[in-house]
């Protein structure tokens, strides 16, 4: 069985002097493992780096169609629908209420 701690870690429970102490840093060696692991999974989406495979499934919900990128306004065109999706953090925002018309 491996052990998801480091050394420096399983030494710090050890000598912890009460089952609240070992409590606390459990916790805290918890949080910032998840902390980190959100943070790497936030740096690995990149929407330009996989917008050929985003664009072959993700489609216009409101009429269906294709989705074509717009680099420069960082947003998803739908020209059939005149719709355009924002992209925020990495994320495409295929909402209704978030959609901006084109003229």
Do not use: W
Not at 31 to 60: A, F, P
Not at 66 to 82: M, T, W, Y
């Amino acid at each position: 069985m491996i052990c998801p701690f480091s050394t420096h870690e399983k030494q710090m429970l050890l000598e912890s002097k009460s089952i609240d102490d070992r409590y606390i840093l459990l916790l805290s060696i918890l949080e910032n493992t998840v902390k980190l692991n959100e943070e790497k999974i936030k740096s690995d989406i990149n929407v330009e780096q996989n917008l050929d495979e985003l664009l072959k499934i993700l489609i216009c919900p409101k009429t269906g169609s294709k989705l074509l990128f717009d680099k420069e306004k960082n947003e998803l065109i739908s020209k059939k629908g005149k719709l355009a999706y924002p992209i925020r953090d990495n994320i495409p925002i295929l909402l209704e209420n978030e959609v901006r018309k084109l003229s």
